[in-house]
C-alpha cells in the first residue's frame, strides 16, 4: 500500500494479558519508530529500528514491553502483563532517510 | 537532553485570519531538524513542515510558514488564511540526525467561521 498500516485499530484487553500490536511500514523504508500518546499528551518514543543496526530501545518503559522487526518490515510490537497505565495510541511510523517521517493511524489500546 | 516546550495548550482563530503557535527547544547541538505535525480527530499524524537547522531561510508551505530563530531557539508556526480544516492539535518536534522524533505537548487549534 502506499502508507504505513497498523494493526488492529482498536484492541481492548484484560489487565494481565499480553497483546500484540503490527505495523507495516511503507516499502523500502529503512528506518521504523514506534511512539505511544497517552490520553491528551504529546508523542512518547518506545523505540526505533534501522536497517540491520541494533535496535534503539531507550524508550521503553518497562522490560514487559519488547519489540521486533522482522525482514526490515513488518514490526510488532508486544507488551506483556498488561496494566491499565498501558492504555494509550501506539503509533508507528516509517521513513527513508530520517527526514519525513510518514505515520500509521495507530491503534488504540484499552486495558480494563 | 533535549527537550521541546509549546506553552499555549489551546489556540483559537477565526476562519480567513492569521495564527501563530509557538515552539522553543533546548539543545546543545548544532545540526537538527524542526517539524510541525498536524493530528486531526483521526489520529493520523500529518507533516505540515520541515526546517533544517543548517538553513538560514525560514521553511514555507503553502500558507504555513515559520520563523525560526536559531540563536534563541524558537520555531513558531504561522497559519495564514485559516481554514476551518485546519482546526486539529498542533505538535512542535524536534530531530538530531536520523534519530527519534522529540515532541512537545502540543497546541489544541481551533477555528471559528
Known amino acids: 500500500g502506499a502508507g504505513v498500516s497498523q494493526s488492529p485499530s482498536n484492541k481492548v484487553t484484560e489487565k494481565g494479558k499480553d497483546v500484540e500490536l503490527r505495523c507495516d511500514p511503507i516499502?523500502?523504508?529503512?528506518?521504523l519508530y514506534w511512539y505511544r500518546q497517552s490520553l491528551g499528551q504529546g508523542l512518547e518514543f518506545l523505540i526505533y529500528?534501522?536497517?540491520?543496526?541494533?535496535?534503539?530501545k531507550s524508550g521503553l518503559p518497562s522490560d514487559r514491553f519488547s519489540a521486533e522487526r522482522t525482514g526490515g518490515s513488518v514490526s510488532t510490537l508486544t507488551i506483556q502483563r498488561t496494566q491499565q497505565e498501558d492504555s494509550a495510541v501506539y503509533l508507528c511510523?516509517?521513513?527513508?532517510?530520517?527526514?519525513?517521517?510518514?505515520f500509521g493511524p495507530g491503534t488504540r489500546l484499552t486495558v480494563l | 537532553a533535549q527537550t521541546v516546550t509549546q506553552s499555549q495548550p489551546e489556540m483559537s482563530v477565526q476562519e480567513a485570519e492569521t495564527v501563530t503557535l509557538s515552539c522553543t527547544y533546548d539543545?546543545?547541538?548544532?545540526?537538527?531538524?524542526l517539524f510541525w505535525y498536524k493530528q486531526p480527530p483521526s489520529r493520523q499524524m500529518i507533516l505540515v513542515i520541515r526546517?533544517?537547522?543548517?538553513?538560514?531561510q525560514n521553511a514555507t508551505e503553502n500558507r504555513f510558514s515559520v520563523n525560526f530563530q536559531k540563536a534563541a531557539k524558537s520555531f513558531s508556526l504561522k497559519i495564514s488564511d485559516s481554514q476551518l480544516g485546519d482546526a486539529a492539535m498542533y505538535f512542535c518536534?524536534?530531530?538530531?540526525?536520523?534519530?527519534?522524533?522529540?515532541f512537545g505537548t502540543g497546541t489544541r487549534l481551533q477555528v471559528f467561521p
Open positions: 511510523a516509517s521513513s527513508l532517510a530520517g527526514l519525513q517521517d510518514v
Open positions: 516499502s523500502g523504508h529503512t528506518a
Open positions: 529500528f534501522q536497517g540491520n543496526s541494533a535496535p534503539d
Open positions: 539543545t546543545s547541538e548544532s545540526d537538527y531538524y
Open positions: 526546517q533544517e537547522a543548517y538553513k538560514q
Open positions: 518536534a524536534y530531530r538530531s540526525q536520523f534519530r527519534k522524533l522529540i
